[in-house]
């Protein structure tokens, strides 16, 4: 990225000399690592590669490849199917490319079928392939296939297109349910191409899963028997992952895991907020502490990317700094980038990335994923981002030109946060968690079952995905016995009117997105996702968008839309939620010591919200709150629960609400143990506190004071049973966590905020290991060191 005019060309190594002599920053630096650079490993083209294609590779610059993308290529050569598991920025693209493109050169009439989680991703890698068939004079096209897809283009598509990019819910809905219409692709059907194959874990996997099942039955009724190729960023299990989407053996998956391509020095630095009340454990903001050091580098001239956490945050970080670098840095050098912004307008801002025309980008997750934003020499994360391989994923947005780029991790007062900042090595050394699925959800498994049907008659006999024959039979009988489907001479079929794709959401929400409209004005300002509406478009809210205010003055809840007016408060609204739980079905029970009880099972988790807060801009201070007046959102999940004794609660000695403000503090130290424990992300777990009683209508002692940790994903992603079934050895890291942290009456990082008694504080960390050395008593360790919390949480 060039400098620009605008900003101090001191570059990046002054910023962080600067730092490291400050005051205020080199005290708060807990980790302070180079990660020294790697050199590339470069083969020469291959000798097989057609001239054509060779002469367009020459023509951009590119004489020889990375060794894991010549690995790749010849890999698919022999017709086996591949997964790439490469850091950010390691040239995965070309894997891709080469292979189909080279084919598509043998056989103009071969057909291969690019599927990206999202349509900006589709669109960024449409425009370089394009490019690089026309270098190669293919007379092929590439089609990008989705809901914003004009119906010539569609046409285009089904009828010319050599390559097909689309998204999963496209296929799903668009494509599959229609295959005939889709003939000439499917029968020529040579490769299928399935990039960030890591987003596709959880709820949103397993659907996924069921679609790739689906388009491989499709291909085999038109005769096509496609090359699989797949990536992903770094993970766990790549290889295992990849086989389980596609429903194949691991053993016929070829795993490419060592990256050719050189990686630039990089400086990770985690920032630990000051303390600004020792007492209580509170810390500095770590957004304003991450908008500081980010106007630092922009100033410094250092093009930037910050990650926040969610909208609101990406929007407040994003006026804070434009306020910080003015006059020096015009506002529009510096956007947003997040969910909810129109298609146009996302796409302008990563074309002004590419060419440099931006120093700074604050971001939520929707840039983690790898669209070309260009060169940029610093990553800013505020906050840990709920997971390893997430982080690095972002980091590895920077440093594309092989120069120094930094790494900067600021901790928020969350218990993970803290545990990293005591001990940073962690992140360094810490193995990538895993991505998981669970096709054999009954609940999704039928679904898609019902959707395949439709799609193509089936045989018994006849498997489904992973699921054995005798095993897809007997869900095809059930289906049969509620005359879904009707079996005749051994086969299966389609007997009812409804078309089955429309009634299966892959990310288990509305498919309806709300749409933000500029009320005086009657023009279309954003769009947000149904779920999110209720707790950023109530009426009065106040939505930000690209450093703007505006006041949401009516909710149209039934025709999904919300007018909006320019305003400028002082504030901003945060939304406050009541979650109600009640279980529907135990999966497992047990005891634990003392007659404390322990299960897991499914629950409906009813979120409600009852007002909002105006929070100060700059000061954070509450300036008063709003009562809002919307339905219920319900979520049928998985949960882990713990229910406490009547006995203990009525013989605690600070009597039955300290027991209970207790057992929500425990809530907080057990959910930061088990993100780390199970590596999943925090963000993935919820706690809530209530009665364990099913449907809270078989109740044994009255009501059953029950602390829940309940997966957010709906349906569940299995981590509920992991809980339980690891539940000592995650009460027992709870314990230690809660009796090593250095605070004196409780703090964020360990059981949450304390409670109040009149004047003084009153101490939830005593209260929260009375209540534990009920449950498990031994004798505590004296107080330890702040470092020395690390051992009681890594798994």
């Not at 053996?249 to 990770?268: C, K, V, Y």
């Not at 909208?311 to 700094?321: A, K």
């Not at 406050?576 to 007659?595: C, D, H, K, N, S």
């Amino acid at each position: 990225m060039p400098r620009t005019p605008w900003a101090s060309p001191q570059g990046l190594s002054s910023v962080l000399d600067r730092w490291r002599v400050s005051r205020t920053v080199d005290p708060c630096l807990k980790g302070d690592v180079l990660l020294h650079p790697e050199p590339a490993a470069w083969v020469p083209l291959p000798t097989c590669l057609r001239p054509r294609l060779v002469r367009a590779l020459e023509s951009r610059g590119v004489n020889h490849l990375y060794k894991h993308q010549a690995e790749a290529f010849e890999a698919t050569r022999r017709g086996e199917h591949v997964v790439i598991a490469t850091p950010t920025a390691s040239g995965k693209s070309l894997c891709f490319h080469l292979p189909v493109l080279d084919a598509m050169q043998s056989d103009p009439d071969v057909r291969a079928l690019y599927l990206f989680p999202t349509k900006a991703l589709a669109r960024d890698q449409e425009t370089g392939l394009l490019e690089l068939m026309k270098s190669a004079g293919l007379p092929s096209s590439a089609v990008v296939y989705d809901g914003d897809t004009p119906s010539d283009a569609r046409h285009a598509a089904r009828d010319r297109g050599g390559i097909v990019i689309t998204n999963p819910d496209m296929l799903h809905s668009g494509i599959l349910p229609h295959h005939t219409s889709w003939a000439k692709t499917f029968q020529r059907l040579a490769f299928i191409i399935v990039d960030e194959l890591h987003v596709y874990r959880g709820v949103f996997g397993s659907h996924v899963a069921h679609v790739l099942a689906r388009l491989l039955r499709v291909a085999r009724f038109h005769g096509a028997h496609p090359t699989i190729l797949a990536a992903t960023a770094t993970i766990g299990n790549p290889r295992a992952h990849a086989a389980r989407l596609f429903g194949v053996d691991p053993s016929t998956m070829t795993l490419i895991d060592e990256s050719g391509a050189p990686r630039g020095a990089r400086q990770f630095l985690l920032f630990n907020p000051p303390v600004v009340n020792r007492e209580l454990g509170i810390r500095a903001s770590y957004v304003k502490q991450a908008v500081k050091l980010a106007s630092d580098l922009v100033l410094g001239g250092v093009p930037t990317l910050v990650f926040g956490h969610s909208r609101n945050n990406v929007e407040v970080m994003l006026r804070y700094l434009r306020e910080k670098v003015a006059p020096m840095v015009p506002a529009a050098r510096v956007m947003a980038y997040r969910g909810g912004y129109l298609p146009a307008e996302r796409r302008e801002i990563e074309r002004k990335l590419r060419r440099g025309e931006l120093l700074c980008v604050v971001a939520t997750s929707a840039l983690e994923l790898g669209i070309d934003i260009g060169d940029l020499d610093a990553v800013v994360c505020a906050g840990y981002p709920g997971s390893v391989a997430s982080m690095w994923q972002r980091f590895g947005r920077g440093g594309r030109r092989g120069e120094l780029s930094l790494c900067l991790l600021v901790a928020s007062s969350a218990p993970v946060d803290q545990y990293l900042a005591a001990d940073p090595g962690f992140l360094l050394g810490a193995p990538v968690e895993e991505a998981r699925i669970d096709p054999n959800n009954a609940e999704i498994l039928v679904r898609h079952l019902k959707c395949a049907a439709f799609e193509i008659p089936f045989q018994r006999g006849d498997a489904f995905g992973a699921l054995p024959p005798t095993e897809t039979a007997s869900a095809l009988e059930f289906l049969a016995r509620h005359g879904v489907v009707h079996e005749a001479g051994g086969t299966f079929h389609w007997t009812e009117d409804v078309f089955p794709a429309s009634h299966v959401s892959l990310r288990a929400v509305s498919w309806d997105n709300v749409v933000i409209i500029n009320a005086e004005r009657d023009r279309s300002l954003a769009e947000l996702d149904w779920r999110s509406s209720h707790t950023m478009l109530h009426e009065q809210a106040i939505y930000q968008h690209d450093g703007e205010c505006w006041e949401v003055v009516r909710f149209d809840q039934p025709n999904r839309k919300a007018f909006v007016r320019k305003v400028v408060p002082d504030y901003y609204t945060e939304a406050m939620t009541y979650v109600q739980i009640a279980v529907l079905e135990e999966g497992a029970v047990a005891f634990v010591p003392r007659g404390w009880g322990a299960g897991w099972g499914e629950v409906s988790v009813i979120e409600k919200v009852t007002g909002y807060k105006k929070i100060k801009f700059h000061t954070h201070e509450n300036a008063g709150y709003g009562e809002v007046r919307l339905p219920d959102m319900q979520m049928h999940t998985t949960s882990f629960w713990l229910t406490v004794p009547k006995e203990t609660l009525d013989s605690f000695p600070a009597g039955r609400a300290a027991a209970i403000d207790a057992l929500i503090g425990i809530g907080r130290a057990l959910e930061a143990v088990t993100s780390l424990a199970l590596m999943c992300d925090p963000r993935d777990l919820g706690t809530a506190w209530g009665d364990s009683s099913r449907g809270g209508t078989e109740r044994r002692n009255g009501f059953d004071s029950t602390l829940f940790l309940y997966e957010h994903c709906p349906g569940g992603t299995g981590l509920a049973e992991r809980i339980f079934e690891q539940r000592d050895s995650l009460l027992r890291r709870t314990r230690m966590l809660v009796s090593c942290c250095p605070c004196e009456v409780g703090c964020p990082a360990c059981v949450g905020p304390v409670t109040t008694t009149g004047d003084a504080p009153s101490s939830r960390k005593a209260l929260v290991l009375s209540l534990l050395e009920d449950l498990e008593p031994s004798p505590l360790p004296g107080r330890v060191s702040e470092g020395s919390v690390a051992s009681h949480l890594s798994p």
